[in-house]
């Protein structure tokens, strides 16, 4: 089994090669389809993240240990399950595998909200994940069916997707329904926001991006209106396009994004943050509950939102964000290109030895055909 490593915080990910592992008890060994680069990627192998004012929060703090085999976005086609997997699960079916995984144990995993588990197990960050030409699951219920779907069609619904359908869902009804719903960053995370709020009904949706091809990107994906957030005027352009605004999801979470959001909010709006980039940011405390707005953080997602997403794309055809295939051994280029903003969709690492089909780059206008 070949797969590439974190072995030092910000060096080089390393090949290793070992025995591909045979399942045991419960555990399903999955043939690696595609996997996804994600920013979270980026943290976990630079090894930390940024709390503003100089403070820094250590992936090693988190419990990360080292060698580590990167990538939660993972599909991939069933090789051997152990004596104890469910007889339904055979080999050659393809799944998406929930990366989000807890103790099993806690009151917490028992509520099924296994993503907020205090003693987490996430596969490519506390375990091995899909940076690999295999993977192993701990347990078929993990496995998500996702139909006609391509690998790398399917493969980032596991973090970008489910994020942001968690996100989406913290919503109320009758705000997506009738009101503007503005998305900050039309990166992975925005541009999949896009997609899942047009497909949940939302009646407008605004974008805040920087940069100009992302921009295009948000609009071919269901967008009604994109703002420079560079320009000068962006949040009367905002306001402009999106009314008055109850609800902001922020994908970037960097001090000034939450910021545009806060100040964005109409009275009674609601910010939700997923996005990690960091820093700190000064806050009123009176003026949250004068102006009666509300700050939630969404973390990931759980099993069963990731169950309920897969059945809405196989359901509603979301337009599906563009993405672009690398072959395994390019996943220390794709973290690259990753952090300094070269990418416009997803990147997805597939194997090198020709198996997967799909590994030309998509095209956005490709992508909506499932």
């Not at 920013?39 to 993240?49: C, L, V």
């Amino acid at each position: 089994m070949i797969s590439y490593q974190v072995t030092a915080f910000g060096e080089p990910l390393t090949r290793a090669e070992r025995p591909t592992p045979a399942p045991q008890g419960s555990e399903v060994l999955l043939r690696v389809l595609a996997a996804g680069v994600c920013h979270t990627d980026i943290h976990t192998w630079e090894g930390s993240y940024d709390l503003g004012g100089s403070k820094r929060l250590s992936m090693q703090q988190r419990g990360v240990s080292l060698p580590l085999t990167l990538g939660h976005e993972t599909v991939g086609e069933v090789v051997a399950v152990g004596p104890d997997a469910p007889g339904d699960v055979r080999p050659g079916q393809r799944y998406l595998v929930y990366p989000w995984i807890g103790c099993g144990d806690c009151k917490v995993c028992r509520r099924g909200r296994e993503n907020l588990c205090a003693s987490p197990r996430f596969l490519g960050i506390f375990r091995p994940g899909g940076y690999s030409d295999h993977i192993v699951a701990p347990h078929a219920r993990y496995l998500v069916d996702i139909g006609d779907l391509r690998p790398e069609q399917a493969a980032p619904y596991a973090c970008s997707g489910l994020t942001t359908y968690s996100a989406i869902r913290k919503i109320p009804e009758d705000v997506l329904a009738e009101e503007s719903v503005v998305v900050i960053g039309a990166g992975g995370l925005g541009l999949m926001g896009v997609t899942l709020l047009r497909a949940l009904g939302c009646a407008n949706v605004v974008v805040v991006e920087p940069d100009g091809a992302r921009r295009g990107a948000a609009l071919a994906a269901g967008a009604h209106a994109a703002i420079d957030a560079g320009a000068a005027d962006a949040a009367a352009q905002v306001r402009q396009a999106a009314g008055a605004v109850w609800a902001v999801i922020d994908c970037v979470g960097a001090a000034s994004t939450v910021q545009l959001g806060l100040d964005l909010l109409t009275k009674g709006g609601q910010l939700i943050l997923v996005g990690l980039f960091g820093g700190e940011l000064s806050l009123s405390p009176a003026l949250v509950p004068m102006r009666a707005i509300s700050i939630e953080g969404s973390y990931i997602g759980n099993l069963d939102e990731l169950k309920a997403l897969m059945a809405l794309v196989r359901e509603r055809k979301p337009i599906a964000i563009p993405t672009a295939c690398r072959c395994l051994d390019g996943a220390q280029s794709a973290l690259a290109d990753l952090a300094a903003g070269r990418v416009v969709g997803r990147l997805l690492l597939t194997p090198a030895d020709g198996t997967a089909s799909e590994a030309s780059p998509v095209t956005l206008e490709q992508a909506t055909q499932p």
